[in-house]
């Protein structure tokens, strides 16, 4: 395990679902913190990827506010949603509830599993719920989740895509706006040696401005499959945001993977 490269409470907080978590207002433009997928479109694609069906155990692996745990117990799956943000758990739950949803949502760290060998039929990580650590945890999570899924059980995951995120990263941008005039400004470094982005945060509330600093590991392809390859897994694949197989015109790279 290693030292935290920033501080994940302070990121994922109630500052973050008010930017973020607001459906169709969540900001969408690259390069992209929100979403690029349209209403129901992630949860259509995880479903086709991944061969899904009411029944399966699902892990929704650094979860947030539960809005995919939540999509796929809906449609029937038994759902464990982990995610180490208490702040994002609890709505996760109050959202679960109020539809009557059966999901169970753990608190937990993903370098760190519990003792869930074997236990799921699939795991997703999405809207880039990986690489915040340096390269030996990176790769330590995906031993994790190679150990929790039984053999023959998939993985999905959903990361910035390479090409397009770079070509489409201005050194600053104001990443989200209210009308109220609260803003998200954010400062962008890409570190080549690293391959870490590098991004320092202003959050600007009532006025009132608040900085903090996050970072994430920004893959290629062929870099994650052989990570993943090392991990136990075989059967790689790349898609975007649409499911076609990857382009460096998509906004989204999709990597799936057979246990
Ligand atoms: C960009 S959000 C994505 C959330 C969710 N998957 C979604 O699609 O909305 C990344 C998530 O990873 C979680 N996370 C960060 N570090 C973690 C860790 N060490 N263990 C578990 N979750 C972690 C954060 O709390 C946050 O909810």
């Known amino acids: ?52 069906a ?11 506010h539960g809005t995919m745990a939540n999509s796929l117990a809906a449609r029937g799956c038994r759902v464990t949603g982990l995610d180490s943000s208490a702040v994002f758990l609890e709505r996760a739950r109050a959202d679960a509830a109020k539809a009557g949803l059966d999901v169970d949502f753990v608190a937990g760290d993903m ?23 340096d390269d030996a945890t990176n790769r330590t999570v995906l031993t994790e989740i190679a150990r929790v899924l ?5 993985l999905a995951m959903d990361v910035d895509n390479l090409p397009r995120f770079l070509a489409s990263c201005p050194p600053s941008r104001i990443t989200a706006t ?14 080549p040696l690293t391959m870490r982005f ?17 970072v994430k590991r920004l893959f ?13 897994f075989t ?14 015109d998509h906004h989204r790279m999709v990597v799936t993977a057979t246990r």
Do not use: K, Q
């Not at 009411?54 to 947030?64: E, I, Y």
């Not at 599993?113 to 990986?130: E, H, K, Q, S």
């Not at 590098?198 to 996050?214: P, W």
């Open 150 to 154: 039984r053999p023959g059980g998939r």
């Open 198 to 214: 590098e991004v320092e945060r202003t959050v600007i509330r009532d006025g009132r401005a608040r900085r903090l600093t996050f």
């Open 178 to 191: 209210r009308e109220n005039g609260d803003m998200l400004v954010d400062r962008h470094h890409l570190d």
């Open 54 to 64: 009411p029944g399966l155990a699902v892990l929704d692996l650094g979860c947030g």
């Open 220 to 232: 290629a392809l062929p870099e994650l499959r052989d990570w993943l390859l090392a991990a136990g």
């Open 1 to 52: 395990m290693t030292a935290d490269l920033f501080d994940a409470t302070a990121m994922y907080e109630e500052d973050y679902l008010y930017f973020f978590a607001g459906g169709s207002e969540a900001p969408t433009h690259g390069p992209l913190v929100g979403t690029a997928y349209r209403e129901d479109a992630a949860v259509e694609l995880i479903w086709r990827l991944l061969d899904l």
């Open 111 to 133: 370098r760190a599993l519990p003792d869930w060998a074997g236990r799921f039929d699939r795991v997703i990580n999405w809207t880039t719920a990986y690489g915040y650590f």
């Open 235 to 248: 059967a790689v694949g790349g898609y975007g945001e649409d499911g076609e197989p990857l382009t460096a």
